[in-house]
């Protein structure tokens, strides 16, 4: 079974997202929606999710399902606003979502009734078991490495790695979150991703356009494996370990980090508004002797 993929490019965020669906059926599902952001305004907006609405009404798309790879801390989810848009859509991320969770309600402080059971989302996405978005069967593969709570989604012959794996010439994911690691993310590409069939087509979660070369954002497993720049097959454990950690620590947190990621461990939910109508996010302040990990 082959899928037809279609991709989205947030500009801002780098993003791709995906509406992945069965040409015969019409049945689909969507990777990675993004929720357009504005920090400095605080303002949020569906300019990405329309073209992606568009698309799924012109080709009468019955969307099943809302697929997450992970708690995103570069944009905000627009998985409910997608499901207020196709009600009976299903929103979905990786089981350990609630590790991740866990982690930030402390990091926020957030209240006691944030729940960290991931009830939040419709469906936790699971090794042991396949979902299926009507034609479309779903299998998943956890690859935590970037967050602890990566999952990457095998439709088919189509690939959907999230932030554990870019394109050939970038490399791979970022693993200083917390409660990140390049050794995790080592052992997700090399015992998971990468002993899928060489021909699989390996769909990535963002693009950065290095060196100024337009959009790409499809390879195979065959090609991340010999070109893959950061790791491919004749790359060490610790050689790999010792690249990524130099890298991370020459990177800037993303710029949407904060409100982010308080929004998408919360299934894309934006916050209660409070009595005077308007809805808020929360910033720790971060100082020399206190740190965000
Ligand atoms: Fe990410």
Redesign the pocket.
């Known amino acids: 079974m082959s899928p037809t993929v279609k991709a989205f490019f947030d500009q801002p965020t780098w993003t791709l997202s995906y509406v992945v669906y069965d040409a015969e059926t019409r049945d689909a599902l969507v990777i990675d929606p993004v929720m357009n952001y504005e920090p400095a305004s605080s303002k949020v907006s569906t300019h990405s999710l329309q073209q992606l609405i568009q698309f799924i009404d012109q080709n009468e798309l019955q969307v099943h399902l809302v697929l997450e790879t992970?708690a995103?801390?570069?944009h905000m989810s627009g998985a409910q606003q997608l499901k207020e848009k196709y009600p009976s859509a299903r929103i979905g991320v990786g089981k350990k979502i609630t590790e991740v969770q866990k982690l930030f309600k402390h990091i926020f402080n957030l209240d006691q009734e944030f729940r960290t059971d991931g009830s939040q989302f419709d469906l936790l996405l699971d090794e042991k078991k396949e979902e299926q978005a009507g034609s479309l069967t779903v299998k998943t593969l956890f690859t935590p490495g970037?967050?602890p709570a990566c999952a990457t989604y095998v439709i088919g012959d189509a690939v959907f790695t999230?932030?554990a794996l870019f394109m050939p010439d970038y490399g791979t994911?970022r693993c200083d979150f917390p409660a990140g690691s390049a050794e995790d993310l080592y052992f997700s590409l090399v015992d998971k991703i990468y002993t899928l069939p060489d021909h699989y087509r390996v769909f990535v979660?963002h693009d950065y356009l290095p060196g100024g070369r337009e959009l790409s954002y499809e390879s195979t497993i065959g090609l991340q494996k010999k070109n893959n720049r950061m790791l491919n097959q004749s790359t060490s454990r610790l050689s790999f370990i010792q690249m990524r950690s130099e890298r991370d620590q020459a990177l800037a947190p993303p710029r949407l980090l904060l409100p982010a990621v308080q929004v998408n461990i919360n299934a894309g939910h934006l916050p209660e508004p409070e009595e005077n109508g308007i809805a808020y996010l929360k910033l720790p302040i971060i100082t020399e002797k206190r740190r965000f990990k």
């Open positions: 992970h995103h801390a570069d970037h967050t999230g932030d994911g979660g």
